[in-house]
C-alpha cells in the first residue's frame, strides 16, 4: 500500500517563494502520474499541477508561471516549486499518486492521497 507524506508548507509573505514536497512510503511510485492539488476552507478541492508517468506536465491557469512540477525517481519524491505566491495560494496542499493523466489534464486516484500540508500566505 503506498503511504505519502506532503511537506514543505508553512506561513509565507506575499511574493515569496515555497517548496513542497511528497515523499512515498511503503510502495514505490516512481513511475506513477501524480497530481498537486489545494484545497481552502470551504472551497472545493482543486487540481494545481500534474506530472504524467512522462514527464508531461499540467498547470492550472491560477498557478501557471508560479509553480514548476517535477519528480526525483531516485529519492520517489514528488515535488512543487512555488514562486511569487499570493494570499490566495493559501490552502491545505495535497499529493496524488496513480491517477490518469490524459487529454491534457490529471484525474486522482481514490486511494493514494496524502494528508495535506499547510501553506499560508499573508504579511
Known amino acids: 500500500q503506498v503511504q505519502l507524506v506532503e511537506s514543505g508548507g508553512g506561513l509565507v509573505q506575499p511574493g515569496g517563494s515555497l517548496r513542497l514536497s511528497c515523499a512515498a512510503s511503503?510502495?514505490?511510485?516512481?513511475?506513477?502520474?501524480m497530481g498537486w492539488y489545494r484545497q481552502a476552507p470551504g472551497k472545493q478541492r482543486e487540481l494545481v499541477a500534474a506530472i504524467s508517468r512522462g514527464g508531461i506536465t499540467y498547470y492550472a491557469d491560477s498557478v501557471k508561471g508560479r509553480v514548476t512540477i517535477s519528480k526525483d525517481r531516485a529519492k520517489i519524491t514528488v515535488y512543487l516549486q512555488m514562486s511569487n505566491l499570493k494570499p490566495e495560494d493559501t490552502a491545505v496542499y495535497y499529493c496524488n499518486a496513480g491517477g490518469l493523466y490524459s487529454g491534457g489534464t490529471y484525474y486522482p486516484s481514490s486511494e493514494y492521497w496524502g494528508q495535506g500540508t499547510q501553506v499560508t500566505v499573508s504579511s
Open positions: 511503503g510502495t514505490i511510485f516512481s513511475t506513477y502520474a
